[in-house]
């Protein structure tokens, strides 16, 4: 009887160490992240991503959508190719949307909204965002205040 | 002068030894283990000693260090406004140093002196050689089982001890100082990569798990075979062995994270 009790006790343990590892896999971190989740890719071309990573979130008013699936640099146009995997409920995104990479908070990472535009027609898997608009470079920022400043006096 | 140094070679020559014979001791821990996948109920009974037992004293640690973190951690993000990375934070630091080393020193404080204690116990009291005389190896009957016993436990220790210091950070900085739910669960699901930080702090447990064993078991085989020898050991197995681990920890994330 004391051999059954404490088998049950350590299969009890193991089973609560699975559970812990299973969290940690599904909750914490991002096993769970991109391999299951359903959608449809749509492409968006940057002159300058700055420092936009692959899992950044992909937002619409706030909320998130999707995420940045895939970044790589297209030597036909010398921009970057941007790919967004957009959830499978979202899929009413007109034609003449824009993306914009923006930054949550002064130095917080960076993410990609869209702007729904007018259009009838959607979005569909593998179509192209045509208007963009890069991320912010403080650098270039700063560079273009100056030289406003020194050329207005 | 040649007294000193007569001192000096008697205390290196002593440590070259028991370095030696503690890799001895290894040696022939690792040759016992393929006969107990055939009676795997031995570790079982070990694996209740040393982890079952060591399992409240990890959880509480655990769900206190995990709400200590998400409160300071609070204070310093504040500042910046970053608030909302405090789940990055937490799970980051426990899933890859705290989970493994304060589970590590927690082991070896409770599971590992056990271990010493009972070992030099056997050997003060014959024991050992009392099986050695009925033909049963005591590597094999005594020896194995809890060395594999630890090697097993720690690494799901660890893992307990990152999932509720996770939750604890939850209960403070969500619950108690009201940080977005949502941007505390999908920072940290964003920042943290399954096998780049769970897995390699898995791995960092799995080495200590066999350090601190090694060293439980070794001290408790090689004490001196009277009361106050398994005293000292004892106290030897708790010092070594969480400097070890706290020396192994430097080592190896400098290996996984460093470049």
Known sequence: MAKRNVEIMVGLFVALALAALFMLAMKVSNLSGLQGVQGYHLTANFDNIGGLKVRAPVTASGVLVGRV?????????????????????YAQFPEDSSASIFTAGLLGEQYIGLEPGAEEVVLREGDELQVTQSAMVLEELIGKFLFDKASGE | MSTYLQNLGHSVLDFFERLGRGHLFLWQLLLGLPLLLRRFSLVIQQLHSVGVLTLLITLVAGLFVGMVLGLQGYNTLVDFGAEESLGVMVALTLVRELGPVVAGLLFAGRAGSALTAEIGLM????????????????????????????????????????????????????????????????????????????????????VFGLVITWIALFEGYDAMPTSEGVSRATTRTVVHASLAILGLDFVLTALMFGS
């Open chain 1, 69 to 89: 699936s895939a970044i790589r640099y297209d030597t036909q146009q010398f921009q970057a190719e941007v790919t967004l995997l957009i959830e499978p409920q």
């Open chain 2, 123 to 206: 050997k003060a009291t014959e024991q050992l050689s009392g099986l050695e005389m009925m033909a049963v190896d005591p590597f094999k009957r005594i020896l194995a089982p809890r060395f594999l016993a630890g090697f097993i436990a720690l690494p799901l220790l660890a893992l307990m001890f990152s999932a509720i210091g996770v939750m604890g950070g939850y209960l403070v900085g969500v619950q108690l100082l009201g940080i977005d739910e949502g941007a505390f669960w999908s920072q940290m699901h964003a920042k943290v990569d399954f096998v780049e930080d769970v897995l390699n702090g898995v791995i960092k447990s799995v």
